[in-house]
T-cell receptor, first 117, second 113 residues
Framework: GAVVSQHPSWVICKSGTSVKIECRSLDFQATTMFWYRQFPKQSLMLMATSNEGSKATYEQGVEKDKFLINHASLTLSTLTVTSAHPEDSSFYIC?????????????FGPGTRLLVL | AQSVSQHNHHVILSEAASLELGCNYSYGGTVNLFWYVQYPGQHLQLLLKYFSGDPLVKGIKGFEAEFIKSKFSFNLRKPSVQWSDTAEYFCAVDYSAGNMLTFGGGTRLMVKP
């Protein structure tokens, strides 16, 4: 149980384009989803938290207009990196938590590696 | 500021050696505690968690952790490591009981066969 998937697993794009990353909870309903960024050999940095049907809450220093998060259903959240630039290249990881036995614990997806040329 | 410290950044052990990875947090109130493991090229997997009750928590793959409130610590242990335990280990703390995690910097473990 508690499987979270991400798509795509890696993406290469040109500077100025937008990239959408999907995060899905496969076997439970994710009332809350989290988006992290992980730099090489560093820990995870929380970017934002989203509750299903609500606007995302962004951490300080994260541009909400650049990193658009949508959590329209209990199994899907998307992160769109708008007008991507090389400095946005990173490893983006989502996690999800839900109700009952899935409460109070985050279950992580496999991550999406983004390279902006 | 609330923080999580993992003092060992890199650990190298031989197979069958015992493992203890340190994790200290900075807050004195009620916390929820987690250890996650990230195997090379794979996603973060939950090893174990502590919310309340017995401070000695058993996890998957033979790992355990002990919550010592007086020391603000939640150290991860395994009596005998295997080569397959080579991975990065992250301690995480939920300070708010609201499922918001603060991660430690991670400990990279290498087990030599």
């Amino acid at each position: 149980g508690a499987v979270v998937s991400q798509h795509p697993s890696w993406v290469i794009c040109k500077s100025g384009t937008s990239v959408k990353i999907e995060c899905r909870s496969l076997d439970f309903q994710a009332t809350t989803m989290f988006w992290y960024r992980q730099f090489p050999k560093q820990s995870l940095m929380l970017m934002a938290t989203s509750n299903e049907g609500s606007k995302a809450t962004y951490e300080q220093g994260v541009e909400k207009d650049k990193f658009l998060i949508n959590h329209a259903s209990l199994t899907l959240s998307t992160l769109t990196v708008t007008s991507a630039h090389p400095e946005d290249s990173s490893f983006y990881i989502c996690s999800a938590s839900g109700l009952a036995e899935y409460r109070k614990t985050q279950y992580f997806g496999p991550g999406t590696r983004l390279l902006v040329l | 500021a609330q923080s999580v410290s993992q003092h060992n950044h890199h650990v190298i052990l031989s197979e069958a050696a015992s493992l203890e990875l340190g994790c200290n947090y900075s807050y004195g109130g009620t916390v929820n505690l987690f250890w996650y493991v990230q195997y090379p090229g794979q996603h973060l997997q939950l090893l174990l968690k502590y919310f309340s009750g017995d401070p000695l928590v058993k996890g998957i793959k033979g790992f355990e952790a002990e919550f010592i409130k007086s020391k603000f610590s939640f150290n991860l242990r395994k009596p005998s490591v295997q080569w397959s335990d080579t991975a990065e280990y992250f301690c995480a703390v939920d300070y708010s009981a609201g499922n918001m995690l603060t991660f430690g910097g991670g400990t990279r473990l290498m087990v030599k066969p």
